[in-house]
């Protein structure tokens, strides 16, 4: 009896994802470092224009299932300032943000070399600001340190069977106070084990 077309290519499908199944099986939940990444985002940004944002996280490992994963993390933002002082005249001027921050992320699932996935965290964020001719004062907006939060989602992509080396692609929002941003980020990840 010959199989039809559909159910070869189903046949083909499972074959070829046994040997990542069996892969996955073998990830345990773990603490320790055991991933470093590194990122670039574009940011649109509340108050601010022309963002950017660069870091780097280290993974400490996981807890309850390899797909629950822990990091750690160095971020610094910088935009220009669009806001206007009181006379309706614009503040000429940068703020910066550089942030330290912790967060989980859950991976969803893994079809194939994608490996969706979703998360938050939390972090400090150590606000500065470069303004000329500050009529207003607007530079307290920018002074101190705030907790603030990150929500994103987004997708791994392993550029070796043994996802050693991948890249990732996520959407995110942080939520600080006078720094808010929302940030499309792009980034690699090395794997150490």
């Known amino acids: 009896m010959k199989l039809s077309g559909l159910a070869f ?35 649109w940004t509340d108050h601010g224009q022309h963002g950017h944002e660069l870091g780097a996280d280290v993974d400490i490992g996981s807890i309850g ?26 503040v000429n001027g940068t703020f910066h943000d550089f942030s330290l ?17 979703v998360g938050a ?9 470069s303004i000329d ?3 207003d004062n607007t530079a307290r907006l920018y002074k101190g340190a705030v907790i603030g939060g990150d929500f994103f989602g987004g997708t791994t992509f392993a550029l070796t069977q043994s996802r050693r080396y991948s890249l990732y692609a996520e959407a995110r929002r942080v ?7 929302s940030l499309a980020r792009v980034g690699i990840i090395v794997k150490f084990r």
């Open 175 to 181: 939520e600080a106070e006078n720094v808010s941003r």
């Open 133 to 135: 001719n500050d009529v």
């Open 65 to 90: 299932s390899p797909k629950l994963r822990l990091s750690l993390g160095l971020n610094y933002f910088h935009a220009d300032i669009d806001r206007r002082d009181h006379l309706g005249d614009p």
């Open 9 to 43: 290519a189903v046949v083909l499908a499972l074959a070829a994802a046994a040997p990542r199944a069996h892969a996955q099986e073998q990830e345990h939940a773990h603490l320790g470092v055991d991933r470093l990444g590194s990122f670039l985002s574009w940011a």
């Open 121 to 129: 965290g939390v972090g400090v964020h150590w606000r500065g600001s």
């Open 101 to 117: 921050h912790a967060e989980a992320s859950y991976e969803i699932l893994r079809v194939g070399p994608l490996g969706p996935y």
